[in-house]
């Protein structure tokens, strides 16, 4: 079973997020139980190190965080999520193992937990709620095919804005449709109508992961726009079952 921080990190990791990381590498702000704030040492990172850059010792996780000697560090936003959670970010950043993701995850937010520090000092705990934080972003936008693709492409300088048009007329014409029809099928009608924007939702993530590989971002928002309709109606169709 999860221990009870755990259980409230995977709740807060649903409920949260951050401004998105640009680029790789981080500035890191590390302290240990050795030193308190006022003393603690500054100091830039480009990579992730396998061993704590304090003790020496093997990190459990991808985080610059040592359960040894107690070493923390702040995660600048220019880190990727990828990296936060130790997964490849090459060669295709939208493949991502979903199994793997949430064992990560929970290994994270057992080292970095806020619960985790909450016998050290102010500084500490500080420090482990920012990371904890960050971990808790790095996995709802990694979790979420439609949140990874729009991180992927704010970090090659491409947004997604809601008022993004949907410049496919045939999918204009099949969405409005399939409104219409939500607000007046029955309960088989809705199921075949959920079944039938699975599939397109296949599709379109099966497009997003050619896309990405061939980084080819223009046709990636494209089709990530298209994702986005299509998780509306997801949403339209579970609010009318809710309702049923």
Known sequence: MFRPFLVRAVAAAQATHRPLALSNGYYARAFTDKA???SSRHSVVTSLTKTCPSCGTILPTALPVCPNCNYIARIHDSISYHDVLGLPYEPNPFVVDAALL????IEAQRVSHPDAWATKSEFQRDI????????NAAYKALSSPLHRIEYILQRNGLMIEEADPLEDIELISEIMEVREEIEAGDIERIRTLEEDNDNKISEVVSAVTKFVAQKNWQETKVAAVRLKYLNGITDALKQRLDNM
Do not use: G, Q
């Open 128 to 135: 482990a709620l920012h990371v904890s934080n960050t971990v």
């Open 102 to 105: 949430k064992r990560r995850f």
């Open 36 to 38: 308190d704030s006022s």
